[in-house]
């Protein structure tokens, strides 16, 4: 007989001369191993059980506070949930502990906007250009900042940023009409023209676009 094979035969001697109880307990430990998977907040935030993402993703903090993946999926599902202000707060928490992530840098900028804290909204979403600037959220990022230029009545610089983000995303008409109406009030007419006519281009039933068509000298 081998050596392995004695081992084995060893091994199986002894687990079949165990005690009952002592294998039924190693049978019950093992099943409740398998069974108990950690919570994905991640899938839940996918699945659009925000409030569950939420609860998960506070308790994986408790755990560890310098988890910026729990950050993440707090401060989108947060978001999703309208409760900007809480994104905000853990959002700059998460700073604290990584000043670039890219994810919460965009959390936060989202979380300003929607408050209407433009100031503090532009700081964030440059940062996070600064950061990520080949990122997923580039695109919208540029609206946005474009609409805060709008809103600062800064028409050249709304321009220059709307025009990035139908550069990169050139098929959201409504994009295309909010270029128009930067390009309208810094009157440059025609450049506002093409955007408009490029907005109803896409969607015919876009009405700023047609409003701002008719507007035009």
Same mark, same amino acid.
């Given at each position: 007989?081998?050596?392995?094979?004695?081992?084995?035969?060893?091994?199986? $001697?002894?687990?079949?001369?165990?005690?009952?109880?002592?294998?039924? !307990?190693?049978?019950?430990?093992?099943?409740?191993?398998?069974?108990?998977?950690?919570?994905?907040?991640?899938?839940?935030?996918?699945?659009?059980?925000?409030?569950?993402?939420?609860?998960?993703?506070? #308790?994986?903090?408790?755990?560890?506070?310098?988890?910026? *993946? !729990?950050?993440?999926?707090?401060?989108?599902?947060?978001?999703?949930?309208?409760? &900007?202000?809480?994104?905000?707060?853990? #959002?700059?928490?998460?700073?604290?502990?990584?000043?670039?992530?890219?994810?919460?840098?965009?959390?936060?900028?989202?979380?300003? $906007?929607?408050?209407?804290?433009?100031?503090?909204?532009?700081?964030?979403?440059?940062?996070? =250009?600064?950061?990520?600037?080949?990122?997923?959220?580039?695109?919208?990022?540029?609206? *946005?900042?474009?609409?805060?230029?709008?809103?600062?009545?800064? &028409?050249?610089?709304?321009? =220059?940023?709307?025009?990035?983000?139908?550069?990169?995303?050139?098929? *959201?008409?409504?994009?295309?009409?909010?270029?128009? &109406?930067?390009?309208?009030?810094? @009157?440059? $007419?025609?450049?506002?023209?093409?955007?408009?006519?490029?907005?109803? @281009?896409?969607?015919?039933? *876009?009405?700023?676009?047609?409003? #701002?068509?008719?507007?035009?000298?």
């Amino acid at each position: 007989m081998s050596i392995s094979s004695g081992l084995r035969a060893a091994l199986t $001697f002894r687990a079949a001369n165990k005690p009952a109880i002592v294998l039924a !307990a190693l049978a019950v430990v093992a099943t409740v191993a398998i069974g108990q998977q950690p919570p994905d907040a991640l899938q839940m935030y996918r699945e659009g059980r925000y409030n569950q993402a939420v609860e998960t993703t506070l #308790g994986e903090l408790d755990d560890n506070p310098r988890n910026m *993946n !729990a950050y993440s999926v707090l401060g989108w599902s947060l978001l999703a949930l309208g409760r &900007y202000e809480e994104a905000v707060e853990y #959002g700059l928490q998460g700073l604290q502990v990584a000043p670039s992530d890219q994810r919460v840098l965009h959390i936060v900028g989202e979380a300003r $906007f929607q408050l209407g804290d433009d100031p503090e909204a532009l700081e964030y979403f440059q940062r996070y =250009i600064a950061a990520a600037p080949q990122g997923n959220l580039v695109p919208q990022v540029y609206r *946005n900042i474009g609409e805060i230029l709008i809103r600062f009545e800064e &028409y050249n610089r709304a321009d =220059i940023a709307l025009s990035t983000a139908v550069h990169h995303n050139g098929n *959201n008409a409504g994009w295309w009409a909010r270029l128009g &109406y930067a390009r309208e009030q810094a @009157e440059e $007419f025609e450049s506002a023209r093409s955007a408009y006519e490029r907005a109803l @281009e896409l969607n015919s039933a *876009n009405t700023e676009a047609a409003g #701002g068509l008719e507007r035009l000298p």
